[in-house]
């Protein structure tokens, strides 16, 4: 490589890995040979692509016990077939009991959102946040500061996708079928750490419109 600065941060993770494989060797309760031959995470964890929302890390939790989407926002969309395919394989194959979809305050996307300025291929995926100001302007233009729109705004979209995930055929289906599956919509405090439950919690259908239930 040509340039010292890539080369450099090239190192650093090779470097980063080398301390992971010495935390792995020096490892005497065998997790990672039984990590080795498969996984059985009970957690499906649906968040934002942000780098300061790491999963584990915020939820305590180890290598093979949470199964992880990111995307900008933590959006659920139904047609995306990421998404999708992350949610049927951990339902249906996997079988999670515990699906958490985790907004941050202070998210970029959100803010982007709420402006008028053009990022390029990222507005059309703004467009789904846009949708839910749309829904909820007027108590997001009752708020003055434009900090708290954007942390009202981040609430708000956990919330709608909440009801994006619960009303796919996947999650759907699972509860027709009497699987325990519980879903949850929080939001992290960056600066704390602390994963806040918005009181978004369900585990059947009956709270969602008939029309998606088969
Ligand atoms: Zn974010």
Not at 116 to 144: F, M, P, Q
């Amino acid at each position: 490589m040509e340039n010292k600065d890539l080369e450099k941060g090239f190192q650093e993770i090779l470097d980063g890995n080398k301390s992971w494989v010495e935390f792995v060797a020096n490892d005497t309760t065998g997790r990672f040979e039984q990590l080795a031959k498969g996984q059985k995470p009970e957690v499906l964890w649906i968040g934002c692509a942000d780098s300061r929302v790491p999963a584990n890390e915020i939820t305590g939790k180890k290598p093979g016990q949470v199964f992880v989407h990111r995307n900008i926002a933590n959006l659920c969309i139904h047609s995306d077939m990421s998404m999708l395919s992350v949610l049927d394989y951990a339902v249906n194959v996997l079988k999670v009991k515990q699906i958490v979809i985790a907004g941050h305050y202070g998210c970029g996307g959100v803010a982007a959102s709420l402006s008028h300025t053009s990022y390029g291929v990222i507005d059309h995926w703004l467009c789904h946040i846009k949708d839910v100001y749309r829904l909820n302007r007027a108590e997001i233009d009752e708020i003055a500061e434009d900090e708290k729109k954007v942390d009202r705004l981040v609430e708000l979209n956990v919330k709608e996708q909440v009801f994006n995930l619960c009303t796919t055929p996947i999650v759907q289906k699972a509860w027709k079928n009497g699987q325990p599956l519980a879903v949850h919509g929080m939001v992290i405090n960056i600066k704390t750490g602390e994963l806040i439950d918005l009181g978004q919690n369900y585990s059947g259908s009956e709270s969602f419109d008939p029309i998606f239930r088969f």
